[in-house]
């Protein structure tokens, strides 16, 4: 699943020499950056009668969630350049994108020539906030290194072309330069991280990951970035083991808590999850996605009946804009555990509505997997088969194989052959496929001859004897293969065959029942 609650993305950097702070402000925004906003709001409130004290206490203030008390600060310096662009973010958090946009256009048309750092401020305002014009973020970032060539800068312009469509190559020229200027810059080496963790290749973001926690090891945010990682390659313990070290650098908010159950959950440890969850909520913390995570962990550990009033408490507080996938699919799976199975199946198109992406094949592998397991076999084919039309490129084997296992259980045996047809053709490489698909294939057809009289399911028995070498590992299959030849062979009178598989049932498990029936008849007969 995804994380419950989106990490903040890192707030304003410290400008480049231009103006001078005092050592506690300069602390502040270190702090800022390492996303510890509690810590930092205390140092810039004991500040705040300076301007850009003021604007960073007004960061600190959203990064922590706090919208109305960040414009009240930010409208304290309602001249200053800094300040102004603090209340387009403002805007920007309220969905006020053009209002937004005028105001950070007017400021950077008013820039003067030892104001270059306020293009930098306008772009982080862009692309730290939702709702802004990118490309103008990246325009104001360039104009910054311009005047000044930093790594602040870099890492900012790294992070504007993340949110551009295939800007993930730009990025990481950027935060690559950043690590070049400073070797131990742990931020970039964190985002180099996050750039391997998008693209799902778990092992290079450790090693990022890993050198930015060496790079500062009082940086929380790699820990928990690792966390993340480690549960991708299914280490638990580490997953673990790092978060709890997050917990210990970060400010240990319930933002912070809440990330740190959400690692439990992640890591399969759900009895920890619900029981942090159930000790921020007995303390009065009360947040809809809280709800989600109870649901979940509850559904895991089969407690059904919670899972239910805890995913309906989540849908009722939670605003619908922030509704996953996966809060769909789990409402779908709890239904389904309740005993109300087409309810559930109105999740499941909703899980499929709500996902976005252009190829949908991962949620609906994930929809047709749930009813393969629920053993409703009919609605497995539909969706297995949903996503061979739909999103061919993406289809993997086992798509197939499961939509013709499917039909085969569904007692669709017509459908089920000429799937396991396509599938004995498409992938007829490898042995292991070969033999899936013959069984398979002489299953669905032996189906249709339960009597071994009309011999449909010869030939593909027969290939599958071949391709297993009477591999004695394969016994079920062979048993299977063994039995029907043997039937339909004594059926057809030719004695000599039905013996000679006879004796290789016999083989397997003297004891079978068929082959020495057989074996009695033909005894007899003579």
């Given at each position: 699943m995804k994380m419950l609650k989106a990490k903040s993305?890192?707030?304003?950097?410290?400008?480049?020499?231009?103006?001078?702070?005092?050592?506690?402000?300069?602390d502040g925004v270190k702090l800022l950056k390492y996303e510890k906003y509690e810590s930092a709001a205390k140092v810039f409130s004991a500040?705040?009668?300076d301007n850009m004290a003021n604007y960073y206490l007004g960061l600190a203030q959203l990064g922590q969630g706090n919208v109305e008390a960040a414009k009240a600060t930010f409208q304290k310096f309602p001249?200053?350049?800094?300040?102004?662009?603090?209340?387009?973010?403002?805007?920007?958090?309220?969905?006020?994108?053009?209002?937004?946009?005028?105001?950070?256009?007017?400021?950077?048309?008013?820039?003067?020539?030892k104001e270059t750092d306020i293009y930098k401020l306008a772009a982080d305002a862009i692309t730290y906030t939702d709702g802004g014009d990118i490309t103008k973020a990246i325009e104001w970032y360039?104009?910054?290194?311009?005047?000044?060539?930093?790594?602040?800068?870099?890492?900012?312009?790294?992070?504007?072309?993340?949110?551009?469509?295939?800007?993930?190559?730009?990025?990481?020229?950027?935060?690559?330069?950043?690590t070049s200027m400073d070797p131990n810059n742990s931020l970039a080496f964190s985002r180099i991280g996050s750039l391997w963790y998008a693209a799902k290749n778990f092992n290079a973001a450790?090693?990022?990951?890993?050198?930015?926690?060496?790079?500062?090891?009082?940086?929380?945010?790699?820990?928990?970035?690792?966390?993340?990682?480690?549960?991708?390659?299914?280490?638990?313990?580490?997953a673990k083991e790092n978060i709890e070290k997050y917990l210990q650098l970060s400010d240990n908010s319930i933002d912070d808590q809440i990330r740190y159950a959400n690692i439990l959950f992640l890591s399969q440890d759900y009895p920890a999850a619900i029981s942090k969850m159930q000790e921020l909520l007995n303390k009065g913390v009360d947040k809809p996605y809280m709800y989600?995570?109870?649901?979940?962990?509850?559904?895991?550990?089969?407690?059904?009946?919670?899972?239910?009033?805890d995913i309906q408490q989540f849908f009722a507080k939670q605003p619908s804009t922030k509704v996953l996938p996966s809060d769909y699919m789990y409402y779908a799976r709890i239904l389904d555990k309740n005993n109300?199975?087409?309810?559930?199946?109105?999740?499941?198109?909703?899980?499929?509505?709500?996902?976005?992406?252009?190829?949908?094949?991962?949620v609906i592998r994930e929809i047709a997997d749930q009813f393969r397991k629920n053993k409703d076999f009919k609605s497995a084919a539909e969706w297995y088969g949903m996503i061979?039309?739909?999103?061919?490129?993406?289809?993997?084997?086992?798509?197939?194989?499961?939509?013709?296992?499917?039909?085969?259980?569904?007692?669709?045996?017509?459908?089920?052959?000429?799937?396991?047809?396509?599938?004995?053709?498409?992938?007829?490489?490898?042995?292991s496929n070969i033999a899936t698909g013959q069984y398979w294939l002489a299953l669905a057809q032996a189906a249709k001859d339960p009597d071994a009289k009309t011999g449909t399911a010869v030939d593909a028995f027969t290939k599958y004897i071949e391709v297993t070498k009477d591999d004695a590992s394969k016994k079920d299959g062979l048993m299977k293969a063994y039995q029907y030849l043997a039937v339909f062979n004594y059926n057809k009178k030719d004695k000599a065959t039905a013996l000679a598989y006879c004796d290789k049932i016999l083989a397997l498990d003297a004891t079978n029942a068929t082959a020495k029936q057989i074996k009695d008849l033909l005894a007899k007969s003579k």
């Amino acid at each position: 699943m995804k994380m419950l609650k989106a990490k903040s993305l890192l707030l304003a950097a410290l400008l480049s020499g231009a103006i001078a702070f005092g050592q506690g402000v300069g602390d502040g925004v270190k702090l800022l950056k390492y996303e510890k906003y509690e810590s930092a709001a205390k140092v810039f409130s004991a500040n705040a009668t300076d301007n850009m004290a003021n604007y960073y206490l007004g960061l600190a203030q959203l990064g922590q969630g706090n919208v109305e008390a960040a414009k009240a600060t930010f409208q304290k310096f309602p001249e200053d350049k800094a300040n102004q662009v603090g209340l387009a973010r403002v805007y920007l958090t309220e969905g006020k994108s053009a209002e937004a946009m005028t105001l950070l256009n007017t400021v950077v048309g008013k820039i003067k020539k030892k104001e270059t750092d306020i293009y930098k401020l306008a772009a982080d305002a862009i692309t730290y906030t939702d709702g802004g014009d990118i490309t103008k973020a990246i325009e104001w970032y360039n104009l910054a290194l311009k005047a000044s060539r930093s790594t602040d800068v870099l890492i900012g312009l790294g992070d504007a072309y993340r949110k551009t469509p295939g800007g993930g190559g730009n990025a990481m020229n950027n935060y690559e330069e950043a690590t070049s200027m400073d070797p131990n810059n742990s931020l970039a080496f964190s985002r180099i991280g996050s750039l391997w963790y998008a693209a799902k290749n778990f092992n290079a973001a450790l090693e990022a990951y890993g050198k930015a926690q060496a790079a500062d090891p009082n940086n929380p945010i790699p820990y928990s970035d690792l966390a993340d990682a480690y549960y991708r390659v299914n280490k638990y313990d580490k997953a673990k083991e790092n978060i709890e070290k997050y917990l210990q650098l970060s400010d240990n908010s319930i933002d912070d808590q809440i990330r740190y159950a959400n690692i439990l959950f992640l890591s399969q440890d759900y009895p920890a999850a619900i029981s942090k969850m159930q000790e921020l909520l007995n303390k009065g913390v009360d947040k809809p996605y809280m709800y989600r995570l109870l649901a979940y962990s509850k559904y895991e550990t089969g407690d059904a009946t919670g899972a239910m009033t805890d995913i309906q408490q989540f849908f009722a507080k939670q605003p619908s804009t922030k509704v996953l996938p996966s809060d769909y699919m789990y409402y779908a799976r709890i239904l389904d555990k309740n005993n109300q199975a087409d309810l559930a199946k109105v999740q499941y198109l909703k899980a499929l509505d709500a996902d976005t992406s252009a190829d949908k094949s991962e949620v609906i592998r994930e929809i047709a997997d749930q009813f393969r397991k629920n053993k409703d076999f009919k609605s497995a084919a539909e969706w297995y088969g949903m996503i061979l039309s739909k999103h061919n490129a993406s289809a993997k084997a086992l798509d197939l194989y499961y939509k013709g296992f499917s039909e085969y259980y569904s007692q669709q045996y017509d459908a089920a052959i000429g799937t396991f047809k396509q599938f004995t053709e498409k992938y007829n490489v490898e042995p292991s496929n070969i033999a899936t698909g013959q069984y398979w294939l002489a299953l669905a057809q032996a189906a249709k001859d339960p009597d071994a009289k009309t011999g449909t399911a010869v030939d593909a028995f027969t290939k599958y004897i071949e391709v297993t070498k009477d591999d004695a590992s394969k016994k079920d299959g062979l048993m299977k293969a063994y039995q029907y030849l043997a039937v339909f062979n004594y059926n057809k009178k030719d004695k000599a065959t039905a013996l000679a598989y006879c004796d290789k049932i016999l083989a397997l498990d003297a004891t079978n029942a068929t082959a020495k029936q057989i074996k009695d008849l033909l005894a007899k007969s003579k």
